[in-house]
C-alpha cells in the first residue's frame, strides 16, 4: 500500500487464495474472428471457483521471486477493483467494443504489472533483465499466448513512459488513451487520433449482426502470428482506423475486416505482410487461403485501405468490398 501511495478509500484483501489447477494451463482465444486469423481454437482447459481477496494459480514450477511479482501483481488488482466505479479506465476494461477492452485491459493489466516490477527492483536483488525474462510471457508465446499477453507486455511498458513513480499512476485510470496504438507508442491520450474511416453494409443476402473496431494491437498480433516480432511491428505501425462488420444468414457466418492505413506505402507493407503470413497460416487457392474450413481472402480496396474477409468459403467467394480510403461499400453477389 505504502508503494501504490497509501490510497485513500483502498483496504488490504481480506484473504488470500491459492489454487492448482487440475490440468495445466494454456492460453485460450474464444474470439472467433481472432481465432481464424490466428489459428488458435483450442478450448479452454481452465476453470475456478470465484474467491473474493486476492486470487491466483500455481503450476508448483514457480519460483519464490516469480511467485512474489505474482502476489503483489495480484494485490495490485484488489487495489483497482475496490475503485474500478470511479474511473473510465477501469470500466473499459470490462464493457465496450474489442480495442476499447483492449485498451482498458492494458491500462489495467500494465499498471499491476508495472507496480510489481519496480517493488521487485526495489525489494529484491533481481535486475531488469532478470524480471523482463522470467515475468513477460509475450515474447515467447504461441499465436494465443500472444494475444493473452498483449495487454500486460504493452501495458506495462505503456505506464512506465507515462508515470514517475507506481503511486503516480492511479492518474492513468481517469483519461486513459482511446486506442491501442497509443499503449503500443506511448502517446497522450488523444493526441493522434484515428483516420476517417466508414463502412457501410450493401446486401440482403447477410444481416450484420455486430461491428467494432480492432486496433492496432490486433493486427500486430495476427502477423506476429506468423511472422517475425520485428516485421509484425513495422507492418502494423501504420494503423490509422478499421472496422470489423459481422455477417450472418441461418448458420453461415462471415467477417469483413476494412482497415485504413496512414499512407499508401503503409498500407501496402500490411497487404504483403499479411500475404505473407497467410501462406505461412494456410493453403491458398483461386485467390483466398483455405485452413480448417474456413477461407481467407485480403483486397486492396484503396491506395490506404485493405480490407480482409473469412468465413465459410462461399461466403469469402461471394462478398465484395469496394470504395475509397475513407469509405468502404461491403455487398455480395
Do not use: C
Not at 507496480?115 to 494465443?144: C, G, I
Not at 497509443?182 to 447477410?206: F, K, M, N, R, W
Not at 482497415?259 to 503470413?277: C, I, K
Amino acid at each position: 500500500m505504502e508503494l501504490l501511495g497509501n490510497p485513500a478509500g483502498v483496504s488490504p484483501p481480506s484473504q488470500i487464495y491459492l489454487y492448482r489447477p487440475a490440468t495445466p494451463w494454456k492460453p485460450t482465444v474464444q474470439d472467433p474472428f481472432a481465432q481464424a486469423l490466428l489459428d488458435a481454437r483450442r478450448e479452454s482447459n481452465f476453470t475456478r471457483e470465484r474467491h473474493e481477496g486476492v486470487v491466483f494459480g500455481l503450476t508448483g514450477n514457480e519460483s519464490p521471486d516469480v511467485l512474489r511479482f505474482t502476489l503483489v501483481h495480484e494485490f495490485v488488482h484488489n487495489a483497482q477493483f475496490e475503485r474500478v466505479d470511479e474511473t473510465p479506465g477501469m470500466r473499459a476494461a470490462f464493457a465496450g467494443e474489442h480495442q476499447h477492452r483492449r485498451v482498458g485491459a492494458a491500462v489495467v493489466e500494465g499498471s499491476a504489472s508495472y507496480v510489481a516490477f519496480q517493488y521487485m527492483l526495489r525489494y529484491t536483488d533481481r535486475n531488469r533483465t532478470w524480471l523482463r525474462t522470467a515475468t513477460d510471457e509475450y515474447p515467447n508465446a504461441s499465436p494465443a499466448g500472444k494475444y493473452v499477453w498483449a495487454p500486460y507486455h504493452f501495458g506495462r511498458e505503456y505506464v512506465a513512459e507515462r508515470v514517475d513513480a507506481p503511486s503516480d499512476h492511479w492518474r492513468l485510470y481517469r483519461n486513459p488513451p482511446n486506442t491501442t496504438e497509443a499503449i503500443i507508442h506511448g502517446l497522450a491520450p488523444g493526441s493522434d487520433p484515428p483516420a476517417l474511416l466508414s463502412v457501410s453494409v450493401e446486401t440482403d443476402q447477410y444481416e450484420e449482426t455486430a461491428r467494432e473496431t480492432r486496433g492496432e494491437m490486433f493486427a500486430r498480433i495476427v502477423l506476429a502470428a506468423e511472422l517475425p516480432e520485428e516485421r509484425a511491428a513495422r507492418a502494423a505501425a501504420g494503423w490509422g482506423n478499421d472496422r470489423l462488420v459481422t455477417l450472418q444468414r441461418n448458420d453461415r457466418r462471415g467477417f469483413v475486416w476494412s482497415t485504413r492505413w496512414d499512407s499508401a506505402a503503409d498500407a501496402a507493407e500490411f497487404l504483403q505482410s499479411f500475404r505473407t503470413a497467410m501462406d505461412r497460416r494456410g493453403e491458398r487457392r483461386d485467390g483466398y487461403w483455405l485452413g480448417d474450413g474456413i477461407a481467407i481472402r485480403v483486397v486492396r480496396v484503396a491506395p490506404e485501405t485493405v480490407a480482409v474477409a473469412t468465413g465459410p468459403p462461399a461466403f469469402v467467394k461471394g462478398i465484395r468490398v469496394t470504395g475509397t480510403n475513407a469509405t468502404v461499400t461491403v455487398s455480395s453477389d
